[in-house]
């Protein structure tokens, strides 16, 4: 591979397949779902070479049936992370020194694998196992994961590529290596294309990675690592761990060769890790990176120029699409006076001709959330909601745990701004709304800057271009990304990178060369080619 410049396949987003009636898509996807969902998986720890069954077995139940065991993980314990981290070292002697072009097409399989003959596979183990209808599986865990594997290749050679200029008598060169020790990836439940995405891309540039898994995830992390070996991913690159969460990254972040975290998760628990490794300063050969993309409270803000058809498309599709699981769905909305009536009609219409339940049935919209503690959770606001003085529930507000766990889209409208369904982060198919003064655009504008300590995603709804640009620059920081006549959810990678600042993360954005950047280290390198033969310069001759 050094006796050539490669050039790799042109790169683009992979296509969202419909899955309307009569298409061999769905036909593939719904007989693959039943088979699976009839079957009862094992899955293991993935260590080097070793696929370890523990025999401490942890049940793996469908949010949509909780009395239904489709599988087993086993559980593993402080010795099998420690293993892990010795096996990741080990490998990275080797990985390290891998020509990018053999790390690039081990990855660019692994897109291909799932666009191919994987697709269904990963497509039914998410909506089996976080509960997604089928378009919102294919958005995610196919297209977006395949997205990823193939434009993170893209950035590489990009970043690869950019090199100094050199001046005469001198060749000046950079090279990305990477970080020295190991990495620490945390995924959640909600993405099985960002649990892909973390330890793949720190692996793509070089890492050696130990992945912990979301234990809600584990079903269709199965079938990552299972794509990821076929494809050619050597042992010991990515180790899949399953053990206590807490204790797992007490582990790692406490390792000397402890050398970075990508971590997508709850605020609270990103700023405990935070601090660990602070605590561990003293401990690391390296100050480690930290990359993490965190929680939301995502606003729709709406100017008295809207569409009320637009804006209402984009309530009910931002807030409770996947239930309203999404670090970037629309949680609060802020409607001026003059819209509000024909706004409200229009969501309660639509809202009356979405079904709630499994994801088999492909006419669902909404199927469960992903737990009984997320249930609880919720279902806890829709209740304080309905006994306040200061919020009423004009749509859903009912809810059923009995098969699974199903909450109906829910919309609060209160007459406080900073009532709590306006401010908590509540991930689930919750939207609060308040109605605001026509008039008091631009004070409505400074409520929603301050109204949150997050920042990752919001939206302006304005068919007055002055208006779009008041917001735009009004709410500056309160999104890393901002939708301008669109729902603040759906990034795309390679068009909307994302990430979001203040509570909501370190705005390192995923999908993004930027991202790469973080998880490699960058060696200069001067070449001079014909070195001087005397130490005097010519201003000291008399």
Not at 191 to 212: D, E, H, Q, R, Y
Request: glycine letters at 8%.
């Amino acid at each position: 591979m050094a006796k050539s410049f490669a050039k790799i396949p042109s790169v683009v987003n992979e296509e969202v397949k419909s899955y309307a009636p009569g298409t061999p898509e769905r036909t593939e996807l719904l007989e693959t779902y039943k088979k699976m969902y009839n079957e009862v998986i094992e899955v293991p720890q993935y260590i080097g070479s070793e696929e370890i069954f523990s025999g401490v077995k942890k049940e793996i139940r469908p949010p949509h049936d909780h009395q239904k065991v489709v599988g087993y993980y086993h559980e593993g314990t402080q010795s099998d992370v420690q293993k892990a981290i010795e096996t990741a070292l080990e490998a990275r002697k080797s990985w390290a020194n891998m020509a990018w072009e053999d790390r690039a097409a081990i990855f660019l399989k692994a897109a291909d694998l799932i666009a191919g003959p994987y697709r269904a596979k990963i497509n039914a183990a998410t909506m089996i196992g976080q509960s997604k209808n089928a378009m919102q599986a294919e958005i995610d865990s196919a297209c977006e994961l395949i997205d990823f594997l193939r434009f993170n290749v893209k950035f590489m050679t990009e970043i690869y590529a950019d090199q100094p200029i050199s001046s005469p008598g001198v060749w000046n060169k950079v090279e990305y290596r990477p970080l020295e020790g190991f990495t620490f990836a945390i995924t959640p439940f909600n993405f099985t294309a960002i649990a892909g995405n973390l330890p793949s891309c720190m692996a793509l540039m070089g890492n050696v990675v130990v992945w912990k898994p979301s234990d809600k995830q584990v079903y269709s992390a199965q079938v990552t690592m299972e794509v990821f070996k076929k494809a050619g991913l050597p042992d010991g690159v990515i180790n899949m761990v399953l053990g206590d969460p807490a204790e797992t990254a007490t582990t790692c972040i406490s390792h000397p060769d402890f050398a970075g975290l990508h971590f997508t998760g709850s605020t609270h628990v990103f700023k405990h890790l935070w601090k660990q490794i602070g605590n561990n300063v003293d401990i690391h050969k390296t100050y480690p990176r930290v990359v993490g993309e965190t929680g939301g409270k995502d606003f729709v803000m709406v100017h008295k120029s809207a569409c009320p058809t637009e804006v209402a498309v984009g309530l009910v599709r931002g807030a409770f699409e996947y239930q309203g699981q999404k670090c970037s769905a629309a949680s609060r909305a802020y409607i001026p006076s003059n819209l509000w009536p024909e706004v409200e009609k229009q969501v309660k219409e639509m809202l009356a001709t979405i079904k709630v339940g499994s994801p088999e049935d492909f006419s669902n919209f909404v199927t469960a959330v992903i737990d009984g503690n997320s249930f609880k959770k919720i279902t806890g606001f829709i209740d304080r909601a309905k006994a306040s003085t200061e919020a009423e529930i004009i749509a859903g507000g009912t809810y059923d745990d009995s098969v699974g766990y199903f909450i109906a889209p829910t919309v609060i409208v209160t007459t406080n701004p900073t009532y709590e369904s306006m401010t908590d982060e509540i991930f689930g198919p919750v939207l609060s709304i308040y109605v605001y003064d026509e008039d008091k655009y631009e004070e409505t504008l400074q409520l929603v800057d301050e109204t949150s300590a997050y920042a990752l995603t919001g939206s302006i709804f304005s068919q007055d271009r002055a208006a779009v640009e008041v917001a735009y620059k009004a709410l500056e920081n309160a999104a890393g990304n901002f939708y301008i006549n669109d729902k603040p959810t759906g990034a795309v990678v390679g068009q909307q990178p994302f990430g979001g600042a203040r509570a909501s993360g370190t705005n390192d954005k995923a999908g993004s060369a930027m991202n790469l950047l973080r998880w490699v280290s960058v060696r200069t390198v001067k070449e001079t080619l014909v070195p001087a033969k005397d130490y005097r310069y010519p201003f000291l001759a008399k």
